[in-house]
């Protein structure tokens, strides 16, 4: 990790842990004021709001060391990092939230039907209340923005929590406003608009258990790593608009914190070099992080036989993986059997049985994964590993030179040799040249002159034993 990665990484916990704190202590000036005022007015609407407000303090002091301990980096035990303990201590809110409905329901219903308790709506009542939907507004607002900015799951509970204070306190509000009502303006219904209060602490309940619930159901997504609805799917599709990924093949993801890990399978052509699939899997994982920022992706890449690769490129790919080199494939189809000729270069030090038992497995390889095909003839040859002790005498062999240069020009039917060169090995002789053609001559009809312009050399020179020929294109206006 860099330093400025660090950098970044502890301002943002800097700035998470200072949204938490300031939850910290509104929620505890709010729960002080509203259970003083609970217990002189008697209501229990005020009541209920306290014991929320006291375990909004609880889950701010949870959120205050969930945001602390989250952003520690991974270590050997937390391969994954910390993110977690966010999700954990939702959890623990959702728990707490649960407990106190139940509490808040069991009450509400005794006052309603079995208990009969007098609300004294105080203008104390009213301003605490009123007090209270200001300050929620103000921190579910200012946790609101610090969860989006951070992405932080125990930010956006705390401003969950407190977004809901604000309706629940809305609704003490109303119920406060009819236990008034009952005494001042219609006495005759006191009794019965007394239990508005209790009714709305029923309500208070219910809208908490309504959050609590969707919170958990979040918060048990992430700790079993439940994948965000539709997020696989739309990753899949951001990497096969990758250019080269023939296809997105297993996605897995889990959420941590604020950072999702994404572990993936792309499909790329087989016959594509090293460093251009890492490129693909590197652009794979550039187009996943634009679709989720900050995301710890790791690609996979799987080698696929493309649609469009040709009988031959598949011949070479299933050599290649046996880390046996080919050339010179020739393909025929005889009435729709397949036969294959082909050469295979193997190391100059194995032996004949070594080198045929290569080839042979080749050979059982293209058998069983390329249908139809009937006929499979090996041509061994050496992959020249060895060093020789070859000595430059084109100096000394001036009447050989020309010799090469006549028989190579009356195979061309043109002046086009040139560049020769002359090695010899003990008794035999090694010769190299160029030979200019026609520029715009398929290479096909250029490789069939050089083959042979090889075939006479060795014919004609007996002492010949290799030949190479360079082809090139003349030069202009040559």
Not at 33 to 60: R, Y
């Amino acid at each position: 990790m860099g330093a400025e990665d660090a950098t970044t990484i502890e301002r943002s916990r800097g700035e998470k842990q200072r949204a938490a704190l300031s939850s910290v202590l509104a929620a505890l000036g709010l729960t002080g004021m509203k259970l003083a005022v609970g217990l002189l007015s008697g209501s229990l609407g005020i009541l209920a709001e306290a014991a929320h407000s006291g375990l909004d303090l609880v889950a701010a002091v949870i959120t205050l060391v969930a945001v602390s301990v989250s952003d520690r980096p991974a270590d050997e035990a937390h391969l994954y990092g910390h993110g977690k303990v966010e999700n954990f201590s939702a959890l623990v809110e959702t728990l707490l939230l649960f407990a106190t409905c139940a509490w808040i329901v069991f009450e509400a219903v005794r006052r309603i039907f079995f208990r009969d308790v007098t609300v004294d709506p105080s203008a104390w009542t009213f301003l605490v209340v009123v007090v209270s939907i200001g300050v929620d507004i103000s921190r579910s607002r200012m946790l609101a923005r610090a969860a989006r900015k951070h992405r932080s799951q125990a930010l956006e509970a705390d401003a969950l929590h407190f977004s809901t204070d604000v309706w629940s306190s809305a609704v003490v509000l109303v119920g406060l406003v009819l236990v008034w009502a009952g005494r001042e303006l219609v006495p005759g219904q006191a009794a019965f608009l007394n239990r508005a209060d209790a009714v709305a602490a029923l309500a208070v309940a219910f809208i908490v258990l309504f959050v609590s619930y969707r919170l958990g159901k979040r918060t048990i997504d992430v700790l079993l790593d439940r994948a965000p609805e539709g997020l696989r799917e739309a990753i899949a599709a951001a990497a096969g608009g990758v250019e080269g990924v023939l296809g997105a093949g297993q996605v897995r993801l889990r959420r941590s914190g604020p950072r999702t890990f994404v572990d993936m399978t792309i499909e790329v052509d087989r016959n594509l070099s090293f460093e251009r699939t890492h490129a693909i899997a590197e652009g794979v994982e550039a187009r996943v992080q634009a679709l989720v920022p900050d995301a710890d992706v790791v690609v996979h890449t799987d080698p696929r036989e493309s649609e469009r690769e040709s009988l031959a490129r598949r011949i070479r790919a299933i050599a290649e993986r046996n880390q046996i080199p080919v050339h010179n494939v020739s393909v025929h189809d005889d009435r729709g059997e397949i036969h294959v000729d082909l050469h295979l270069e193997v190391d100059d030090h194995l032996l004949l049985h070594q080198a045929h038992d290569l080839a042979s497995h080749v050979e059982g390889d293209l058998r069983s994964e390329i249908p139809g095909l009937k006929r499979v003839n090996t041509h061994i040859e050496s992959r020249g590993t060895g060093i020789g002790s070859g000595a430059d005498v084109t100096a000394e062999e001036g009447p050989l030179v020309a010799r090469v240069k006549s028989i190579t020009d009356a195979v061309a039917g043109r002046d086009c040799c040139h560049n020769i060169l002359i090695r010899r090995q003990g008794d035999r002789l090694a010769v190299s040249l160029h030979c200019a053609f026609d520029r715009d001559l398929p290479v096909v009809e250029a490789h069939r002159l050089s083959s042979r312009i090889e075939e006479a050399l060795r014919r004609d020179i007996p002492a010949v034993e290799r030949v190479l020929v360079h082809t090139e294109p003349e030069a202009v206006g040559g």
